[in-house]
Nanobody, 115 residues
Framework: VQLLESGGGLVQTGGSLRLSCVDSGKTSGSGAVMGWFRQAPGKQRELVATISSGGHITYGDFVKGRFTISRINEKSTVYLQMNNLEPADTAVYFC?????????WGQGIQVTVSS
């Protein structure tokens, strides 16, 4: 599994970003769960959202309808559409793939929301 994340950056409060993650190992279309975690400075890593190959979705409690996760199994790609961003969303966002209970992590991508 090799995960390549893109789409992060700097945005103002209320703005939007779309994160993408491609699994170049192509395991994601075969029953793997894909998703996103994030880690803010001085805080623990937390769940943002996950999606199974069958489309079952779990969101972190803080999402409150602002983020949408999706995936294209044929492209081994997962997306995270983030709307109405807040400074509290500033963090490094990590793509994950959970395949047969083995979790792989991307290197992380910075998202910064300015007030």
């Amino acid at each position: 599994v090799q995960l390549l994340e893109s789409g992060g950056g700097l945005v103002q409060t209320g703005g939007s970003l779309r994160l993408s993650c491609v699994d170049s190992g192509k395991t994601s279309g075969s029953g793997a769960v894909m998703g996103w975690f994030r880690q803010a400075p001085g805080k623990q890593r937390e769940l943002v959202a996950t999606i199974s190959s069958g489309g079952h979705i779990t969101y972190g409690d803080f999402v409150k309808g602002r983020f949408t996760i999706s995936r294209i199994n044929e492209k081994s790609t997962v997306y995270l559409q983030m709307n109405n961003l807040e400074p509290a969303d500033t963090a490094v966002y990590f793509c994950i793939v959970n395949f047969l209970n083995e979790v792989s992590w991307g290197q992380g991508i910075q998202v910064t929301v300015s007030s």
